[in-house]
């Protein structure tokens, strides 16, 4: 039976306050007033979403706060109970509690507990966990006393082994394994080449718009980030060589941009790689999601047209196996090594040495391989019901930009309706979509929504979430 008060529970979308933070209020203020008793079973997430009429999600990410607060417990299948122990909360201090502002994307603070329209995560009901446990068992099982010693500071010799050949044979990078370093994400990679190539107050080019984490973290490295347009070709370099030509690393995504999806043309390409040349600069290459490309090979990179060793060649797992591995990589030219090294020794690879032994493994044994062959053709079934689902409910008031791959969408909004209300609404909601306008920097980039599409599992669920951002939309009216 469902406890009196989530009953009486009633959300309003009109505060500020989001809705999972609501309930979220609502059970911890009943704990603390002793509506709950400690050991009340709490109804399933199914079933108080149904009944509040919200997304799944929205209760999920509820209970998961609640649960690492401890004052809710989850038994698996047995259901979520209030804790035997509970931390004391003074009755009234949670009611009295000041409401949050109207909670919006933060990429700086991802949300821990899938979101409908998450950007970022690969599709993670597809990634086959029972052969990756039984990869990392076998590693654990094998482990020797020098396993237990400290871990070489680049990464594990196979593991990079393994990268250097997957790199060489789908996309056309040769390298050595020396020059491949592995680090914890893409903020300790950035971090790293800032640490070892640049000094205080150098210039950086960035896309704008761009990935919404890299202006800050270049800042907080020390080093002064300058906006350069992108349009239908990727970034303007000539407009970066009118801006600050004297800038010492450009940070691109050229294969598919992000978040605009269009690719740098060869042009632009060869412009750039002049420009590094000439000016003894660098460009770090973030090929984030070039795996999944629904139609024909994969681009090549422009790492695969470095002649003259200008180009830092960056991945993650975070999108093709899963984003807890936090394991990126950086292939360097064969003439920073050395520095690379050197860096290495100072800060640590951050990788757990028995995950990169089993991603080196799953790499190895040919699992990497096939599971990216058996994505490619998902996420492109997964980006069809979304595109089909916003035409049909969304049609008068946006657009699907057509891609070539990823795992997310570029919705174009009509004239007269700003994303940035819009996805902040939509957050409120328990719908993780951002607005373009929050990517941008300092030139203009229209207005769009971006809607991530991979952990959608089924079209009914694609249909729900879209939805719930048609409801949205028809209170503009």
């Known amino acids: 039976m469902m406890p009196s008060f989530l009953t009486s529970l009633r959300l309003d979308n009109r505060l500020a306050e989001p809705l999972y933070r609501q309930i979220y209020l609502r059970i911890k203020d009943a704990i603390a007033q002793g509506s709950l008793a400690a050991g009340s079973r709490l109804p399933s997430v199914r079933g108080l979403a149904s009944d509040l009429g919200v997304a799944r999600a929205t209760v999920e990410s509820a209970y998961a706060q609640l649960i690492a607060e401890g004052f809710l417990q989850s038994r698996g299948q047995a259901g979520t109970y209030v804790s035997p122990q509970l931390p004391h909360v003074p009755p009234g201090a949670v009611s009295a509690a000041p409401p949050l502002s109207a909670m919006a994307p933060d990429p700086l603070q991802p949300q821990g507990m899938l979101q409908p329209f998450q950007l970022g995560v690969p599709a993670l009901d597809a990634f086959p966990r029972a052969l990756w446990q039984r990869i ?113 690393l450009a940070v691109v995504t050229p294969t598919h941009q992000s978040p605009l999806g269009v690719t740098l043309s060869l042009a632009r390409r060869m412009a750039l790689l002049d420009w590094a040349q000439q000016r003894e600069a660098w460009i770090l290459e973030d090929d984030y999601d070039s795996e999944f490309r629904y139609h024909g090979r994969p681009l090549p990179p422009l790492k695969s047209l470095d002649v003259q060793g200008r180009v830092l060649y960056a991945g993650t797992f975070s999108k093709t196996l899963f984003p807890a591995l936090r394991m990126a990589y950086l292939v360097v030219p064969a003439g920073l090594t050395e520095a690379f090294a050197r860096s290495s020794r100072l800060r640590g690879c951050g990788c757990p040495p028995l ?120 209170r503009l009216n």
């Open 136 to 248: 990392v068992a076998r590693q654990l099982r094998g482990s020797t006393v020098a396993s237990l010693a400290l871990p070489p500071a680049g990464g594990l010799p196979e593991l990079r082994e393994a990268i250097a050949h997957y790199l060489h044979l789908s996309r056309g990078i040769s390298c050595r394994p020396e020059q491949v370093f592995l680090c914890a994400g893409y903020p300790a990679l950035l971090d790293w080449v800032v640490e070892t190539l640049l000094h205080a107050d150098d210039a950086v080019w960035i896309e704008d718009p761009g990935y919404p984490v890299t202006r800050p973290l270049l800042r907080a490295a020390g080093v002064r980030p300058v906006a350069v347009p992108v349009d239908e070709q990727g970034m303007d370099v000539a407009a970066g060589m009118l801006t600050a030509p004297e800038a010492r």
């Open 355 to 474: 995950l990169q032994a089993g991603v080196a493994d799953f790499i190895r044994q040919g699992h990497f391989y096939r599971h990216l062959k058996r994505m490619r053709p998902l996420y492109r079934q997964r980006r069809e019901w979304l595109t089909q689902a916003l035409e049909r409910q969304l049609g008068t008031w946006l657009t699907a930009v057509p891609q070539q791959g990823g795992i997310q969408l570029l919705a174009r909004l009509r004239d007269g309706v700003a994303d940035t209300p819009l996805a902040a609404q939509a957050w409120q909601q328990g719908l993780a979509a951002q607005a373009l306008s929050d990517w941008r920097i300092d030139h203009p980039a229209g207005q769009g929504l971006l809607l991530g599409f991979a952990n959608f599992t089924r079209q009914e669920e694609t249909e729900r979430a879209v939805q719930g951002l048609a409801q949205l939309f028809k």
